[in-house]
């Protein structure tokens, strides 16, 4: 089992930048496929992005792509967004979440939430206008 607890989130004015940072407890840490996904308000939660155990394969999703990275370090179990140029419409609630993917390949990853096996609390992002 692993628990996740995020950080970095906070206000930022438009066009300001944030990184999102989650810490993984325990030692398999790299065993896990990684995403990060918003919910805002009203509306359903999506996967902003999705990293392979080995970090070699990555998703980005449209709406943010050019402007949010993913990244993991294995070596300090922690797994990060950056966030940049940062739009009003990027204000959710952002969560990481840790898939095992038993039988899946190192370079596999997944943005349906279903297959994420543990959540984080979620941190608050606020971009004002």
């Known amino acids: 089992q692993v628990q996740l607890e995020e950080s970095g989130g906070g206000l930022v004015q438009a066009g300001g930048s944030l990184r999102l940072s989650c810490a993984a407890s325990?030692?398999?840490?790299?065993?896990?496929?990684m995403g990060w996904f918003r919910q805002a308000p009203g509306k359903e939660r999506e996967c902003v992005a999705a990293i392979s155990r080995s970090g070699g394969s990555l998703y980005v999703a449209d709406s943010v792509k050019g402007r949010f990275t993913i990244s993991r370090d294995n070596a300090e179990n922690t797994v990060y967004l950056q966030m940049n140029s940062l739009k009003p419409e990027d204000t959710a609630v952002y969560y990481c979440a840790a898939d095992r993917a038993y039988y899946s390949g190192s370079e596999y990853y997944t943005t349906m939430d279903k297959n994420y096996d543990y959540w984080g609390q979620g941190t608050q992002v606020t971009v004002s206008s």
């Open positions: 325990g030692r398999t840490f790299s065993s896990y496929v």
